[in-house]
């Protein structure tokens, strides 16, 4: 099973590159994206799920 290795490492659907994480400032919310500009997401801890962005 490799849900849980999944759930911690997470890859760019695109590059497969492995996301970066970022924590917001002023809002907290987590960020993790593609370190080449790929894909994106934001955990929103109001909505207790995480909102996708992929990009061309
Ligand atoms: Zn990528």
């Known amino acids: 099973?490799?849900?849980?290795k999944n759930?911690?490492?997470e890859?760019?659907?695109k590059c497969n590159d492995v996301l970066v994480?970022?924590?917001h400032t002023l809002t907290a919310?987590?960020?993790k994206f593609c370190p080449n500009g790929h894909?994106?997401?934001e955990f929103h801890p109001a909505l207790e799920s995480y909102i996708e962005t992929?990009?061309?």
């Open 39 to 41: 894909y994106e997401k």
């Open 7 to 9: 759930f911690f490492i």
């Open 21 to 23: 994480n970022k924590t």
């Open 54 to 56: 992929k990009k061309a």
């Open 29 to 31: 919310q987590i960020i």
């Open 1 to 4: 099973m490799n849900i849980l």
């Open 11 to 13: 890859k760019c659907p």
